[in-house]
């Protein structure tokens, strides 16, 4: 992951001296327990490493916990190589507190059988879960296929479409707007691919085919049949959209993520749809010659945009301190942190419009930027995600590089990534077995 650069403004946070619950607006109350009666609390918190950088883990989690909790001293335990989840688990060492994606379905901490539900948590501190965007709950439980909440998310990802300024202005074109369809970009990509002066100039990079097929929630394997999903009408219509936009003369080019952001920058792709690359391929060094709109639609669904993507914290099966540890979870989702978080460009998962319209006021370089253009579409229903789905993922994008390079049909293409998935996921069981 790309380190993200955080610009450091300061914030005043309440510092309460004795123990605290949490009202239905998020903010917390005072009881009259003195902080001298809590006995001091040392939490760990294990998360991926590069997912929050040193000052962001200062910045949202131990200076306010600090703050507002005194008796309570968090420390951060970033997984590295011969340090991951599994292996601090086997020494001992297991966190109070695991920060993981919904996008995984939390499967590593859920195999390692230090899942718990939140719920009495929830009850005993009244958190008032109506605060929380619904779908990133949703997303919760699509990840563990339960009813209850066994993590509480606090941060996620956006999508929007980016473009280069002079690139339109160079072909004398309008500038897209929110609203946008898929078809609606194909047609204006057509008008941006061209060869001048030598350059050749691309109209469109769409990223990773699983984005946009994650805008009508579709699987991609069967989570009790471990079974590939991919030879499907609904996968067809999402790779063809894929192969026709590389299929523009000039525009075949297929590149994905960093790489494709930077030649956004270069001056020769117009448009890229895309997650939160705002502190990535270095945008931040040259904002005059972009903006954003919102992410591109399918016609049959309206204003969705991306399946949530987000990161959570739950509570290990193991942790001596659970209430400590909620204690934590409550400050990071309070509407004070999350207030500032949305400050520094990091969106909240609270559906306060308050905390929306702080969205990126911090960052020098957003200014005038139309960033609530994230929140122009809603977040598609989530699907329940498996371990093999990088496997198929990595079938379906490599069905499009057979399209767009070999000259396969779709429907060839499709049935052979499908059959790749089946046969890639068998190998991976029997060598777990």
């Not at 941060?155 to 500038?175: C, V």
């Not at 990126?360 to 253009?373: D, M, P, T, Y």
Request: charged content about 25%.
């Amino acid at each position: 992951m790309v380190k993200k650069i955080i610009f450091v403004t300061s914030i005043a946070m309440i510092v309460f001296s004795g123990c605290s619950t949490i009202n239905k607006e998020g903010k917390s109350e005072s009881t009259d327990t003195p902080a001298v009666n809590n006995p001091p609390v040392t939490l760990t918190i294990g998360m991926p490493s590069g997912w929050m950088t040193d000052e962001e883990m200062k910045r949202y989690i131990t200076d306010p916990v600090s703050k507002k909790y005194p008796w309570i001293t968090v420390q951060m335990i970033p997984y590295v190589q011969g340090k991951m989840l599994p292996e601090l688990v086997a020494a001992g060492q297991t966190p109070d507190i695991v920060i993981d994606s919904n996008v995984g379905g939390f499967s590593t901490w859920r195999d390692l059988d230090l899942v718990i539900s939140l719920s009495d948590l929830i009850k005993k501190y009244n958190l008032d879960l109506g605060r929380f965007e619904p779908e990133a709950l949703d997303a919760i439980k699509a990840g563990t296929q339960r009813e209850d909440l066994i993590a509480i998310p606090y941060w996620r990802h956006f999508s929007a479409l980016y473009y280069n300024k002079e690139i339109f202005d160079k072909f004398g074109m309008p500038y897209p707007k929110d609203g946008m369809t898929w078809d609606d970009v194909y047609e204006l990509a057509k008008k941006l691919t061209k060869l001048d002066s030598g350059i050749q100039y691309r109209g469109l990079e769409p990223n990773v085919t699983e984005r946009m097929a994650s805008q009508l929630s579709l699987p991609f394997v069967d989570p009790k049949m471990n079974k590939s999903l991919l030879n499907s009408d609904q996968w067809q219509k999402v790779l063809s959209n894929a192969a026709r936009i590389r299929q523009i003369p000039g525009n075949e080019q297929i590149t994905y993520n960093s790489a494709a952001n930077d030649l956004l920058l270069k001056g020769t792709l117009a448009m890229i749809a895309s997650v939160n690359i705002i502190y990535e391929g270095k945008l931040y060094t040259n904002p005059d010659i972009w903006d954003i709109v919102s992410y591109p639609t399918w016609p049959e669904a309206p204003g969705t945009g991306m399946r949530v993507d987000e990161h959570a914290m739950g509570i290990s099966s193991t942790s001596k301190n659970k209430d400590a540890a909620f204690q934590v979870i409550l400050t990071i989702t309070s509407d004070e942190v999350q207030t500032d978080m949305s400050k520094q460009a990091r969106v909240s998962i609270l559906k306060d419009a308050k905390i929306r319209d702080a969205f990126g006021s911090n960052i020098e370089f957003l200014k005038n930027k139309n960033v609530q253009a994230i929140y122009k579409t809603r977040p598609a229903k989530s699907f329940t995600p498996t371990k093999y789905d990088s496997i198929a993922s990595g079938a379906i994008n490599e069905a499009l590089k057979d399209i767009v390079e070999k000259g396969k049909d779709v429907n060839t293409a499709l049935r052979e990534a499908d059959e790749k998935a089946n046969q890639r996921i068998r190998e991976k069981e029997a060598g777990a077995k």
